[in-house]
């Protein structure tokens, strides 16, 4: 297995930080210093716990090209949502995502270029950097307070790569419990290390699960250096994430209710979201101006003022779920209804996601004001309410609903709509519903995480297809003609269409690595189907 990762450290000494300040945190990286150097002090851990934190935004996890569709876990957020129902890219343009889009990235997986090397290489990096830190736990002096926090970061990260990897390259947790997975490592890792074989869904998330506790130990009555960081109540946002995804409802709830106190509903939703010291923000990356990038950026990417990707691909909602925003709820501004005559705009193109610099509809600046945000209240309200309706709570998740509503569409009242809150059943299609408590939760979820969670992730998560077979003239559909996936099968939630291949260089370099099915069922495997029979 090739693991040649450099510990990702901070060259220069790290200015003191306060509270959730804008102004401190420098995450230049170097090889410079040696990781035994570094974390022989928890001033060096520091260093090198703020170097691992610029991975967060870092550009060019492929090697050659398409560098500029891979810089952390926005891209991969964008990715998923691409890959699901709700969001509509309006044309190719200059080609970053429409891959994803289109679902032709897993027959690439032997070119380190393209997004099954990517998306691992990035995970795995970050799992090797705090591995490094974490092996120094004993042995690194100074306050212990400040090796806990050290610490309780790394083991977050640590629980949130494996989480993602295995959304990514495995089946879904529910059902799957016991079909392979990615592989654990949790020991430093050097070229020539040799690879492990994939470990199972349940074995991968007791390790998730295993890590996030020790965070919120470590972190508990911990003050948040910098945004960037993680702290007791996105620890236990991060372990909401996981739970709800293994469908262990009432440990979710528990999480989520802790993580509310790490930030403050706003009915603030047109500043761009650009700025990860908004009071909703949990967690994010603050983009320092001599750090930042262009091109390859999340809003880049999404806002059509910037020129370029944002405008020659534009991200649109889809026609359904625009038409279950009502009209006075404050986030139909999100998205256009109509074109413009003269204003180069598109119907349903977004305007959640812009940059902070702008002068009249031209962004000035893109190296500031485009932070990048990984966690806000509003998706752990969100979990809650769904998590009280599954544990029996169905009052509790409609008063959770209507505060959240109440931020969100005056007058908003889901016990006046008739909605059955007893069947938490859901339908095979995303949009054939019922008329449920819990359809109603996840379409607000849908309309609220729209660009920022990864939509492909909960339809997994809920065992269920989607239908992508209208096009733009459908009221309903409004994907491009040549974005249809009317030959996949994307409807089925026994899909291998989101389960990603594993990159070449990983089954070359670990012979015990075997690959997940490249066409939408195991007969489209060129080798061992690992995701249809238990691990032995």
């Known amino acids: 297995m090739k693991r040649i990762l450099l510990i990702a450290a901070s060259a220069v000494t790290i200015l003191a930080l306060s509270s959730c300040s804008k102004d401190a945190l420098n995450t230049s990286p170097t090889d410079a210093v040696s990781s035994e150097t570094v974390l022989t ?14 991975w967060f935004w870092a550009w060019g996890q492929t090697t050659g090209f398409n560098q500029h569709q891979s810089f952390g876990p926005q891209s991969y957020a964008l990715m998923g949502d691409l890959m699901g129902e709700d969001m509509v890219m309006s044309a190719q343009g200059n080609g970053w995502f429409w891959n994803d889009y289109i679902y032709n990235v897993k027959p690439y997986y032997t070119n380190d270029g393209w997004r099954p090397y990517d998306c691992w290489n990035y995970y795995y990096t970050l799992i090797s950097n705090v591995n490094y830190i974490l092996a120094a736990k004993e042995t690194m002096e100074g306050a212990q307070a400040d090796v806990d926090y050290i610490m309780g970061n790394c083991y977050a990260f640590r629980a949130y790569a494996y989480h993602y990897l295995a959304m990514t390259y495995a089946r879904s947790y529910i059902g799957h419990e016991d079909m392979l997975s ?14 492990k074989a994939r470990s199972t869904n349940r074995e991968v998330y007791a390790r998730a699960m295993t890590d996030i506790d020790s965070a919120i130990v470590l972190l508990q009555g911990q003050t948040k ?12 946002g991060i ?6 995804y293994m469908g262990d409802y009432q440990t979710a709830l528990e999480a989520a209710q802790v993580a509310l106190a790490g930030g403050t509903m706003t009915s603030d939703v047109s500043h761009g979201y650009n700025d990860c010291t908004l009071p909703d923000v949990m967690w994010g990356a603050e983009i320092i101006a001599d750090q930042g ?6 809003l880049a990417h999404m806002d059509p003022d910037f020129g370029g990707y944002g405008d020659d691909a534009r991200k649109c909602c889809s026609p359904w779920l625009y038409n279950r925003v009502a009209a006075n709820d404050i986030r139909k501004a999100w998205w256009n209804y109509e074109d413009i005559d003269g204003e180069g705009t598109m119907k349903y193109q977004q305007w959640k996601f812009q940059f902070g610099n702008k002068q009249d509809g031209v962004v000035t600046d893109p190296m500031t004001g485009a932070d990048h945000i990984f966690m806000r209240v509003p998706e752990m309200m969100l979990t809650l ?11 509790g998740a ?14 908003y009242d889901c016990t006046t709509m008739g909605l059955n809150t007893t069947d938490l059943t859901l339908n095979t299609l995303t949009t054939d519903l019922k008329g449920t408590l819990l359809e109603e939760i996840l379409i607000q979820r849908r309309i609220e995480l729209w660009g920022e969670f990864g939509r492909i992730y909960d339809i997994k998560r809920l065992r269920q297809g989607f239908d992508r077979s209208l096009t733009g003239a459908s009221d309903e559909g409004g994907h491009p003609i040549t974005a249809l996936l009317t ?17 070449q260089a990983e089954l070359d370099a670990n012979p015990l690595m075997v690959q997940n099915p490249i066409g939408s069922a195991p007969s489209g495997n060129t080798g061992d189907d690992p995701s249809l029979n238990p691990a032995e």
């Not at 250096?225 to 236990?236: D, L, P, Q």
């Not at 409609?398 to 007058?411: D, H, I, K, V, W």
């Not at 026994?494 to 990159?503: K, Q």
């Open 182 to 195: 990615v592989p654990i490592y949790t020991e430093p890792t050097v070229a020539g290390t040799p690879g």
């Open 385 to 395: 309410a769904e998590c009280q309706l599954r544990t029996g709570d169905a009052a």
């Open 293 to 298: 990038t262009t091109n390859p950026q999340f």
């Open 41 to 54: 002090t928890t001033d060096g851990g520091m260093r090198a716990l703020n170097g691992t934190i610029r």
């Open 239 to 244: 372990k909401a994430r996981i739970a709800l």
């Open 225 to 236: 250096k910098h945004v960037s960081h993680i702290n007791y109540e996105t620890a236990n």
């Open 487 to 503: 030959n996949l099968d994307v409807d089925n939630p026994e899909s291998f269409d989101w389960v990603l291949t594993i990159p």
């Open 398 to 411: 409609e008063a959770t609903l209507n505060e959240f509503m109440s931020y969100r569409q005056p007058g």
